[in-house]
């Protein structure tokens, strides 16, 4: 068997270095007699790879020269003989130049992999027996994949490629992987992890060491940056199994706070990227993120990865592309202002936004939809007449019965949303005209045709219909009595997207921007009613990754149903039963003490976190708000920017954050950028941002201003202090006066 190539098996893709991780000591297991014969054994193969790597490059530069050059010089002989060229000729000579910039496309990406390889080659090694033979042979794990010159061997394998899998499914002993052949077993004999920064070799930890002990230790302890980076050298096992999940469908992620969702999911579109790259583009996935600031935090990720960035968008931004449709409407997160403040006049909504969220509402909806599909539209006989258009011409018509329009609706086109089986209809009609009067219509006299079948319908009003569809559920279901519409045109967010489901419903989606799409990523699931998900379900019908943590439900008051499982199994019965789970139960993100503590606070059993210790939670009390401010200041003034790069002042609100930046003095404001927006910049040093915004993020420091009995005491706000404190890597403080929250006792 050729092994080189049962390996690779795929061509690989280019990918810049990997992120910089604080330098370990070396591992104490380790003779010093070995540990310095393995460094010199490792320095004299990066020589090697990196002599091999420049004499890539020089070729490199040659050859892009002179192909950049041939393209200039076919380019210039079309455009001076164009005219005297023939049409075919001209033909030839754009495919001709096409393929060479194509080509040259692909040398210029296979240069700027080789370019980043030159500073950080690779980061693992393998010494893996094949069942049946008795030496082992090596292969080393990098960014990106490498070839000799000649290309008869692989010299570097490409993280994504099959044998790859074996440095984050095992540790020395028996292993297998998954090659385009069939399964191959044997055994890893031996295992390193190397670190390369700008070509030097900074240190090496040798077999036996595994991937969550020091390593991860020390990227873990790492300050936080603005931007995500990769974690290609930690993945972990079970992040593994999700990032090269190839069979699900639809892929639905439950994982505790700081279990790296996120970053599997986008090393999760490296990877089908790199398996499909036949027939799948980055321009072809879609990320549904919650706002623009998540958005910028991962935006280097994929591009670290060697891949384009992908579309992104929210849910919210399709609803604003309705704009003309729906009218004015509240949006997501003045909806979660009003949820999390509970202000007395919108009290009567918490029961609602829950209804509205829940599978029996989504359940509601369709049913009354159908029954739109019997009741909508009242069939009679249509006519359409066109005038004589000179005085040789007679007036020509062509007639549909009720039942042969009656016969298309039930029958010919039952298949297709209800408006859609009209718009069929109304063609069908405009085609028999023409065979019967061998005449063509025109677009208008379409669109009359058009409106003549629209007319038999009661309404047509999808906004008129939705609150027809309320009404008719309040005798069933008496709370939503005085709950349908919000008053001057302006739909309340809840309503938003039922609405939207509707229209989806009766008028199809064949006019979707979307059809384009292959693959959907849904991050942070929790915060998604079921009537999104149909919707998604409708506008994507395409392989999806639904990934998110039900414990961070922001609202228990307006949680779709009533538990996490509950809520997991109704996504799964949205998606036909056919969405495959897969949790992820280890917390890497902050420290043992925080851990523990967030895993009281979230009344979580069965998930375990990363062993990191830290500083222990400050608790601290004041007298009153006025001194719990004044001495949050001097404790900014305490922060170091050197050791912690960021810093976060989480509050409940955006109104509480705005409330307590109010208090403070010029100097301070200043020191304090305000996060509440997500037209604001996450940028590095001390920020003042709410609950909501803080969501996916991650930062050094956490402060937690305001945590009193009074502020924080309901199901809900021990839902939000959770959110809250998991955003925590290394430090968190938690502030209150006079009396404590409640919540704090699971600190002790």
Not at 39 to 49: G, M, Y
Not at 106 to 120: F, S, V, W
Not at 222 to 242: G, L
Request: aromatic share 10%; hydrophobic share 35%.
């Amino acid at each position: 068997m050729d092994r080189q190539k049962t390996a690779l098996s795929e061509t690989e893709r280019p990918v810049p270095e990997k992120p910089d991780f604080a330098l370990p000591e070396e591992p104490d297991f380790i003779l010093p007699e070995e540990a310095v014969f393995m460094r010199q054994e490792e320095l004299s193969r990066l020589n090697e790879i990196q002599k091999i790597i420049r004499e890539q490059l020089d070729a490199s530069d040659c050859s892009i020269g002179r192909e950049h050059r041939g393209i200039i010089e076919q380019k210039s002989y079309l455009w001076e003989n164009i005219y005297e060229l023939d049409p075919a000729e001209i033909r030839s000579a754009k495919a001709v130049i096409s393929g060479d910039q194509s080509l040259h496309a692909q040398r210029l990406e296979q240069h700027r992999l080789l370019q980043r390889l030159q500073k950080n080659p690779y980061f693992a090694r393998i010494d893996f027996v094949y069942d049946g033979e008795e030496e082992a042979e090596t292969f080393y794990v990098g960014l990106g994949g490498l070839r000799s010159t000649d290309g008869r061997s692989a010299l570097i394998y490409d993280w994504r490629a099959p044998i790859s899998s074996m440095y984050y499914d095992y540790d020395i002993g028996s292993a297998s992987y998954e090659a385009p052949a069939g399964r191959i077993e044997g055994e890893i004999v031996h295992k390193r992890q190397l670190k390369i920064r700008n070509g030097t070799l900074e240190y090496v930890l040798s077999s036996g060491f595994k991937i969550d002990d020091e390593l991860l230790q020390r990227a873990l302890a790492a300050n936080s940056s603005t931007k995500m980076q990769n974690i290609v050298a930690t993945i972990q096992r079970e992040q593994n199994a999700v990032v090269r999940d190839s069979a699900a469908g639809i892929l639905l992620v439950q994982g505790t706070a700081g279990s790296g969702k996120t970053s599997v999911a986008l090393h999760r579109i490296a990877y089908l990227l790199y398996r499909n790259r036949k027939t799948l583009h980055s321009s072809q996935i879609l990320l549904l993120s919650p706002n623009r600031i998540f958005t910028e935090y991962i935006s280097d990720v994929l591009p670290e990865l060697g891949e384009q960035n992908i579309c992104e968008m929210s849910l919210d931004e399709f609803a604003l592309h309705e704009r003309d449709f729906l009218g004015a409407f509240e949006t997501k997160y003045m909806q979660l202002e009003n949820v999390i403040c509970c202000r007395p006049a919108q009290e009567h909504r918490l029961p609602l936004i829950r209804f509205k969220k829940s599978l029996c509402f989504l359940k509601e909806l369709k049913s009354y939809v159908k029954k739109l599909e019997e009741h909508l539209v009242v069939f009679s006989d249509y006519t359409f007449s066109r005038p004589a258009r000179s005085e040789e011409e007679d007036a020509r018509s062509h007639t549909a019965s009720a039942d042969e329009l009656r016969k298309w609706y039930r029958g010919s086109f039952s298949s297709l949303p209800l408006f859609q089986r009209l718009e069929r209809m109304a063609e069908q009609i405009a085609d028999d005209f023409e065979a019967e009067h061998t005449a063509e219509l025109s677009t208008l006299s379409r669109e009359e045709i058009r409106h003549g079948l629209f007319a038999l319908c009661k309404t047509t009003d999808v906004l008129e219909l939705y609150a027809a569809f309320l009404r008719s559920l309040k005798e069933k279901y008496p709370l939503l009595e005085g709950g349908i519409i919000a008053e001057k045109n302006h739909l309340v967010y809840e309503d938003v997207f039922p609405v939207l489901l509707m229209k989806t419903m009766l008028f199809g989606t064949q006019t979707s921007r979307f059809n384009r799409v292959r693959h959907v990523v849904v991050d942070e699931m929790q915060d998604y009613s079921m009537v999104q998900y149909e919707l998604l379900r409708l506008l994507f019908p395409c392989s999806m990754t639904i990934l998110g943590d039900v414990s961070q439900q922001f609202d228990a008051v307006t949680a779709a149903c009533s538990g996490p499982e509950a809520f997991l199994n109704d996504i799964r019965e949205v998606f036909g039963g056919k969405a495959a789970l897969v949790r992820l139960e280890k917390s890497y993100r902050s420290t043992l003490e925080i851990s523990e503590f967030c895993r009281k606070l979230g009344g979580l059993s069965g998930t375990s976190a990363f062993a990191r210790r830290g500083k222990a939670l400050l608790l601290k009390k004041y007298p009153d708000f006025p001194g719990m401010a004044a001495e949050l200041q001097n404790r900014l003034d305490q922060i170091d920017p050197e050791k912690i790069k960021t810093a976060a002042i989480i509050c409940k609100t955006a109104e509480a954050a705005e409330n307590l930046y109010l208090t403070f003095d010029k100097e301070h404001r200043e020191r304090c950028r305000r996060l509440l927006t997500e037209e604001n910049d996450f940028r590095e040093g001390i920020l003042l941002t709410s609950s909501y915004l803080a969501k996916g993020l991650e930062f050094d420091l956490v402060i937690v201003p305001e945590v009193t009995a009074e502020e924080y005491c309901s199901e809900t706000d021990r839902r939000i202090l959770y959110i809250e404190c998991t955003r925590a890597l290394h430090e968190l403080e938690l502030l209150y006066y006079k009396e404590a929250s409640p919540f704090l006792t699971y600190a002790e």
